[in-house]
Structures are given as structure tokens and as C-alpha cells.
């Protein structure tokens, strides 16, 4: 068992073998959502390949993982707590990923989508994201974060997303985000994944191989977990994000009102 909770604030652990989290007292027990596979077929680079040790599902999203006693906090500033598990699972020659998602506009708010926060609790993560025109039909940038256990990477508004799993082991992230939005899965599905996959290579630890289902390719900026994170929006590194976010719930105001952090949100991705 990986013991979760003093990386991520909560009585949780891992179970290394089945990749379920176990929900110790005081914390009710999540049934998770399981991507499957079949879900994923589209948007893989080999749609033919199969996982290696032919598992069936891919990856668990628990979803409003809070204590009790936080509950009030929670609902108020309608925000929400998820976890997501990602076993390391090779599709051919691809890392295993999610499936990725932009997420919808957020009603008044000059057409911004509703931004989201992750911070790596296992594992190493490769984040990618990317923006595109209001219609999906051109891709304006693209940008990866390497992060490793601690570090916070956000999700500006208008920018999809998907996590992939670099490393060796099991990848576990957790996140804020607000609640109860639906995300968009059909503009990153429609074009077989996002504007570059993630494959194994002899010699680097990664590479990045072009989508030809996408017209532009403008070049691929690797970002550094950002210290802006930290000094603009809060966090600190060495904090769990959920601790903090409880804390101080100001911080995260920014999920359901990015207008209103609009500058900061921006210098993220320059
Ligand atoms: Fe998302």
C-alpha cells in the first residue's frame, strides 16, 4: 500500500497491486468512475494496439473526495476535490493517459471556460494542454509540464487537457475544480487525441509525435512548473492542495471566477 495522506491531506492510501484507493475513517468510501479501454481507442496514436497485459480498465477518477467536517466549506464555495489514478499501462508504444476534455464556458464570464488546478500526488506526470480557435478548428499553441510529486500545474480557462503517465510507476493526481460543470469531450475525440502523442523513445525519457489529424502544429513549449503557481495564486509547494484550498478557500475563488483573475490566469501559459 502507498500511503497517501501526507502528501495529500486526507486519510487515503493506494493499493499498489489493484490501483484502488483505500478510504480509511473519517472519510466515506468513493465508488470511482473506470475509463475502460474501449473508451480510449479513439484517441490513441495505434488505434489497433492493445495495453500490454491486456487490462481492461485504464484509469479511476474518484470525484468530491472531502472529510465530514469540510463539507460546509465545500458546498459554499462550490468547489470539488477529485482523484485520479493512473496505472502504468503501455498502448504499444504510447504512455497511458486520460482522454482529455476542454471544459464549457462559463455563463457572463466573456467567454471563458472554467479553469482547473492539479497537483501530482504519486508518480510523474507529463500535462499537456492546449488551446484552440472558439470553433476547434485551428490550434493556437500547445504546452507541456513535466511535474513529480508536490508540484501544481494549472489549467488555464479555454485550454483542454489530458495527463499522461511518464513514469515507472503508478500516476496519482489530485485536483480542485468547479462543481458540477460538464466537461466537452468531443472536440479532442473528433481529432483521435490531442495535437501531439506521448511515446516511449530508447534514448529520451519521451517524445512528441505529431497529430496529423490537425491542420497546424505550432511548436511544442515545455513549461516549467511554475513558481508563479505559488506566489500568485498561494499554494505552497511543500502544502497539500487540499489543505490549502480548505484553509484558505479564497484561493481557489479563481475556478468559478477567473474574470476576476484574468492577468494572472493569462501569465500562466507566457
Ligand atoms: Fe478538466
Given at each position: ?5 501526507t ?63 469540510d463539507?460546509?466549506v ?66 493556437i ?12 500545474v ?81 499554494f ?19 475556478l ?15
Amino acid at each position: 500500500m502507498i500511503n497517501l495522506e501526507t502528501i495529500s491531506g486526507l486519510p487515503l492510501e493506494l493499493d499498489e497491486k489493484t490501483f484502488k484507493l483505500k478510504f480509511n475513517p473519517p472519510l466515506a468510501e468513493i465508488i470511482p468512475d473506470i475509463r475502460k479501454f474501449s473508451d480510449m481507442i479513439p484517441v490513441l496514436i495505434d488505434r489497433s494496439a492493445e495495453p500490454k497485459s491486456k487490462v481492461e480498465e485504464m484509469y479511476y477518477m474518484y470525484r468530491d473526495i472531502h472529510l465530514p467536517a469540510d463539507e460546509a466549506v465545500i458546498r459554499k464555495n462550490n468547489i470539488r476535490y477529485d482523484i485520479t489514478v493512473i496505472p502504468p499501462v503501455m498502448i504499444g508504444k504510447e504512455f497511458n493517459k486520460t482522454v482529455g476534455h476542454y471544459h464549457p464556458i462559463i455563463p457572463g464570464s466573456q467567454k471563458m471556460s472554467y479553469p482547473e488546478i492539479y497537483e501530482v500526488l504519486e508518480g510523474q506526470a507529463l500535462f499537456l494542454i492546449q488551446k484552440m480557435d472558439q470553433d476547434f478548428k485551428q490550434l493556437i499553441s500547445f504546452y507541456g509540464i513535466v511535474a513529480s510529486v508536490g508540484d501544481k500545474v494549472i489549467y488555464p480557462p479555454n485550454y483542454g487537457h489530458i495527463i499522461v503517465n511518464i513514469g515507472k510507476g503508478v500516476l496519482v493526481t489530485g485536483n480542485w475544480t468547479s462543481y458540477g460543470f460538464k466537461s466537452l469531450y468531443e472536440p479532442i475525440k473528433d481529432r483521435h487525441g490531442m495535437a501531439y502523442y506521448v511515446l516511449t523513445d530508447d534514448i529520451k525519457p519521451f517524445v512528441m509525435v505529431k497529430n496529423e489529424h490537425y491542420a497546424d502544429h505550432p511548436p511544442v513549449r515545455m513549461l516549467t512548473v511554475a513558481d508563479k503557481i505559488r506566489t500568485e495564486f498561494g499554494f505552497e509547494s511543500t502544502k497539500p492542495m487540499y489543505t490549502s484550498g480548505i484553509n484558505n478557500p479564497k484561493l481557489l475563488e479563481f475556478l468559478n471566477n477567473p474574470t476576476k483573475y484574468a492577468i494572472e490566469l493569462s501569465t500562466i501559459t507566457s
